[in-house]
């Protein structure tokens, strides 16, 4: 059975960080892409980044760029956000999810064959 448990969300002041771990069991890690998206109150779910290990690439949406790293670590099945200068329009419920099917990164949720639960982003200004 596919988990995946997110966590490390929190209220944070405009310019501080946070590092969300993604927790994965029950598929094979390497050759899978995981990506974390977002949703804001009344806003449609975006994505936020993406790394396919075997690969080792990556996605970013533009407006997190330079301020937001996704890693992996194959050993314990876990999936990293890390979230620095974090702006008051990055609040939102964070969510990671795996692409099994065609295991290359997306922007697409619709995309993607399994999601954890999310976990709340609160930055405040």
């Known amino acids: 059975e596919v988990q995946l448990q997110a966590s490390g969300g929190g209220l944070v002041q405009a310019g501080g960080s946070l590092r969300l771990p993604c927790a994965a069991s029950?598929?094979?890690?390497?050759?899978?892409?995981i990506g974390w998206f977002r949703q804001a109150p009344g806003e449609e779910r975006e994505a936020v980044a993406c790394i396919y290990p075997r690969q080792s690439s990556t996605y970013y949406a533009d407006s997190v760029k330079g301020r937001f790293t996704i890693s992996s670590d194959s050993a314990k099945n876990a999936v990293y956000l890390q979230m620095n200068s974090l702006e008051p329009q990055d609040t939102g419920v964070y969510y990671c999810a795996l692409k099994v099917i065609s295991p290359w990164c997306s922007k697409y949720h619709f995309e993607y064959d399994y999601w954890g639960q999310g976990t709340q982003v609160t930055v405040s200004s």
């Open positions: 029950g598929f094979t890690f390497d050759t899978s892409a």
